[in-house]
């Protein structure tokens, strides 16, 4: 996706420069981004695998099993939500580290 838009006379103009963020930057930006994308993709389709698994495998009755799924859920929610913050607040550390 291009960062651009049209200025008074009709010329495209950059966003990012406009904002003083350099092709170095707006690129780091990307590649932190994708990388947060990617790693929340990995973690989640494990966890929904592995903890599906877990449970199938303790073959658990069904008043057990919701109760053991909406914990799934929980902890899924808190773990991924920890892991964002994470990764975030990685990524503007580096961000800072490069400007």
């Not at 930057?25 to 389709?45: D, N």
């Not at 899924?76 to 550390?93: M, S």
Request: charged content about 15%; overall charge positive; hydrophobic content about 50%.
């Amino acid at each position: 996706m291009r960062c651009t838009v049209p200025d008074a006379q009709g010329n495209q103009r950059n966003r990012m420069t406009d904002l003083g963020l350099g092709p170095t930057v707006a690129s780091e930006q990307k590649r932190i981004a994708v990388r947060i994308a990617m790693t929340y993709f990995v973690v989640s389709l494990l966890w929904i695998c592995l903890s599906d698994a877990a449970v199938m495998f303790l073959r658990i009755g069904n008043g057990t099993g919701l109760l053991i799924s909406i914990a799934k859920g929980t902890c899924f929610v808190l773990v991924t939500a920890l892991l964002i913050y994470w990764l975030v607040r990685h990524g503007f550390r580096i961000l800072t580290q490069n400007t």
